[in-house]
Every structure is written in C-alpha cells, then in structure tokens.
C-alpha cells in the first residue's frame, strides 16, 4: 500500500476508534464533570493558601489572627472534594498513603502537600519564647497519669493502662510537642491544650489529692514542687509538667474510675484513646454514654455536638458525613480514623518507655 494511502486509512481507523470509544472527559456524567471541577478547585486553593502562609513566614511579615484556620479548612475542603469525586467515580480511588488515611478520602500524590501543611503549622505553633520544656516529656505524661490513677483506687495495671492512654492524649492534641501554642485557637495552648479556666480547675483538683499523691509517690510529688516553684508567675499552661497534670486533673482524672469497665468493652488500646480524646471534644455526651451501660450503642443526635465532631476532623469529609445528623459512639469510634496514626507513635513511644 502507497505511504499516502496508509496513512489515510490509520487516519480513518484512528477517527472510528474514536467514535467508538469517547474520551474519558466525554463519558463523565454532569455529576461526575462537577465532582471533578470541585476537587481541583479545593486543591488549587490549598497549594494556594500553602504557598502564601510559606511567603508570609519566609518573609517574616505578620501573620493574620488564627493564621492556621484557612490551611485547616482548606485541608478538610480538599479531603472532603477528594470522598466526593471517589463516591461519584469509584475508580478514582489510588494507592494507600503514608497518613494512614483510607484512599476513598486522600489521593496519596498529594502527600507533600500534607507534608508543608505540618511544617508550617510547627512554625505558627512553635512555643513562646520562656515556655518551660520537660527532658523527658513522654515519662512525664505516664509518671503523671499512673499516679493520678493510683490515687483514684485504680489498681496497678489499670494505672498503667491509664499512662498509657494519657501519653496517647499527648499526641492527639499536639503530636507529642511540648509547650506548643494554638494556630487555631486563642484559648487551648500548651501540651494538652488547655484553657485558662480549665487550668485553673485543674490546679484546683491536684491540690486536693496532693497530700495523697505525696504520701504514695515522694519522688513525683518532690518533682511537682520544683515544677510548681519554676512556673510560678508565669501561664502554668507553658511548663510542660504543670500543663500535664493540670489538663488531666480537669477533664481525665475522674474518668479513670471507669477504666476497668472500658478495657473490657474497648479491648483494644488505640480505641481506648480515641475514647479519652472524646472526652476532650465532647465531654458531656461521653460521660453520658459511659453512665448508660451501653457505650458503643449510645447515639448522640444534637447538632451542637455534630458540630464538635466535625470540628476535630470526625464526620467533617464528604457530603454523605457532613449530611448525618446522628451517630452511635461505635460509629464515632469508627469515623476517628485520623487520630489511628497519632495513637500508633503514642503506643510505639509507650513502649519504650515501659519496655516489658
């Protein structure tokens, strides 16, 4: 066949196959071009308030107040664009990512985005100049937790359930980063991210078992004396031992009574955390649901509570989470996949702290 005459027939048989076939872009349904364009905008604004927060920090300009919203909500826009386009086009969910986040939620190649998003929150978050570090951070949390507990009447092993739970605390609320401030937040600093009022119900509530705490465990409370003495003065919220102890006095403590029953319905350590973190973001209803002897079945409903949920990245991704307006503690349990990897470094820390 003459070379012309080839190449008009590859021609015709390249423009039926085309016929034949659409494009990908041609066969997406209205539904499916809108998923789309919604996850590339999302994305586009998150490189776009990355970059900037970058410039601003680089360039040592002010930064605005609360300068680590924008790049949370543009964070959660993009996972929330990402579940969308994979519930309309199943066949856009990828490869497992390196955040442990389920691939239907996060396409792993935008990992480096994540990646500056942290690195940028530990500038903005960094401690204020004076903050108080502990050389032991990790030990102290445990120390700390285990002798609360003991003082609550927990026997031994469940004590060291609570340290262990405590240390996971730690890395939920700031990674394991002592002293840190608040890139959301004008209220919750330091460890445990606390307020001033529960600080301040919190240095109450170690003041009435300190005399106990004394008698059982000299050492520590000789530790807290010299701790105390070094705060004084200053936001108690920025010794790294005093935060501790004062955060876990004011939400945690009285919850260690419980441990014995939760350790038997929540055998599993991790999910013994995201229990205590509950505790933390919607203190009310958890007390509730441990009181009503059915935790895991106990619903919560109250679009208030929802909307705390949603605001500690539970429910907050996809229209299909953000539409539910009730959820039974397994399920909240269950929806807390962001916190698994946080409480994976808690229990790897914890280890070796407390080698068996």
Same mark, same amino acid.
């Given at each position: 066949?003459?070379?012309? *005459?080839?190449?008009?027939?590859?021609?015709?048989?390249?423009?039926?196959?085309?016929?034949?076939?659409?494009? @990908?872009?041609?066969?997406?349904?209205?539904?499916?071009?809108?998923?789309?364009?919604?996850?590339? !905008?999302?994305?586009? /604004?998150?490189? +776009?308030?990355?970059?900037?927060?970058?410039?601003?920090?680089?360039?040592?300009?002010?930064?605005?107040?609360?300068?680590?919203?924008?790049?949370?909500?543009? *964070?959660?826009?993009?996972?929330?664009?990402?579940?969308?386009?994979?519930?309309? $086009?199943?066949? @856009?969910?990828? @490869?497992?990512?390196?955040?442990?986040?389920?691939?239907?939620?996060?396409?792993? /190649?935008?990992?480096?985005?994540?990646?500056?998003?942290?690195?940028?929150?530990?500038?903005?978050?960094?401690?204020?100049?004076?903050?108080?570090?502990?050389?032991?951070?990790?030990?102290? &949390? &445990?120390?700390?937790?285990? %002798?609360?507990? !003991?003082?609550?009447?927990?026997?031994?092993?469940?004590?060291?359930?609570?340290?262990?739970? +405590?240390?996971?605390?730690?890395?939920?609320?700031?990674?394991?980063?002592?002293?840190?401030?608040?890139?959301?937040?004008?209220?919750?600093?330091?460890?445990?991210?606390?307020?001033?009022?529960?600080? @301040?119900?919190?240095? !109450?509530?170690?003041?009435?078992?300190?005399?106990?705490?004394?008698?059982?465990?000299?050492?520590?409370?000789?530790?807290? /004396?010299?701790?105390?003495? *070094?705060? *004084?003065?200053?936001?108690?919220?920025?010794?790294?031992?005093?935060?501790?102890?004062?955060?876990?006095?004011?939400?945690?403590?009285?919850?260690?009574?419980?441990?014995?029953?939760?350790?038997?319905?929540?055998? /599993?350590?991790?999910?013994?955390?995201?229990?205590?973190?509950?505790?933390?973001?919607?203190?009310?209803?958890?007390?509730? %649901?441990?009181?009503?002897?059915?935790?895991?079945?106990?619903?919560?409903?109250?679009?208030?509570?929802?909307?705390?949920?949603?605001?500690? +990245?539970?429910?907050?991704?996809?229209?299909?989470?953000?539409?539910?307006?009730?959820?039974?503690?397994?399920?909240?349990?269950?929806?807390?996949?962001?916190?698994?990897?946080?409480?994976?470094?808690? $229990?790897?820390?914890?280890?070796?702290?407390?080698?068996?």
């Amino acid at each position: 066949m003459p070379a012309r *005459r080839q190449l008009l027939a590859i021609g015709a048989l390249g423009l039926l196959l085309t016929t034949l076939v659409p494009s @990908r872009a041609q066969t997406l349904t209205a539904g499916q071009s809108e998923a789309v364009a919604t996850y590339e !905008r999302a994305l586009g /604004d998150f490189k +776009s308030i990355l970059a900037e927060r970058r410039r601003q920090i680089d360039a040592k300009q002010p930064l605005p107040n609360l300068p680590g919203q924008a790049l949370y909500l543009a *964070r959660v826009a993009v996972i929330s664009a990402y579940k969308d386009l994979t519930d309309a $086009m199943p066949s @856009r969910i990828g @490869r497992p990512n390196k955040f442990e986040i389920p691939p239907a939620y996060f396409d792993a /190649d935008i990992e480096p985005l994540v990646d500056e998003y942290s690195k940028l929150f530990d500038i903005m978050e960094a401690p204020p100049a004076g903050a108080q570090n502990s050389a032991t951070p990790f030990k102290d &949390v &445990v120390d700390l937790a285990v %002798a609360i507990a !003991r003082a609550k009447g927990l026997a031994p092993d469940h004590a060291e359930a609570a340290g262990r739970i +405590s240390l996971g605390l730690f890395f939920a609320e700031t990674n394991g980063k002592q002293n840190v401030r608040n890139g959301r937040s004008n209220t919750y600093m330091g460890s445990f991210q606390t307020g001033p009022s529960e600080d @301040r119900n919190g240095r !109450r509530k170690w003041a009435a078992i300190k005399g106990e705490i004394a008698a059982a465990d000299p050492d520590l409370s000789a530790r807290d /004396d010299k701790e105390e003495a *070094r705060a *004084r003065g200053t936001d108690h919220r920025f010794n790294h031992w005093t935060n501790v102890r004062d955060g876990l006095m004011n939400a945690h403590a009285d919850i260690f009574r419980e441990i014995p029953g939760i350790v038997k319905t929540l055998p /599993d350590p991790i999910d013994q955390m995201k229990l205590f973190e509950l505790i933390q973001i919607i203190p009310t209803p958890t007390r509730a %649901a441990l009181k009503s002897g059915d935790l895991l079945n106990y619903r919560v409903s109250s679009p208030t509570i929802m909307k705390h949920l949603r605001n500690n +990245s539970i429910f907050a991704f996809g229209q299909a989470d953000r539409a539910r307006t009730s959820a039974s503690f397994r399920e909240i349990l269950g929806a807390m996949w962001l916190f698994k990897r946080k409480f994976e470094k808690a $229990m790897a820390k914890y280890a070796e702290i407390k080698p068996r």
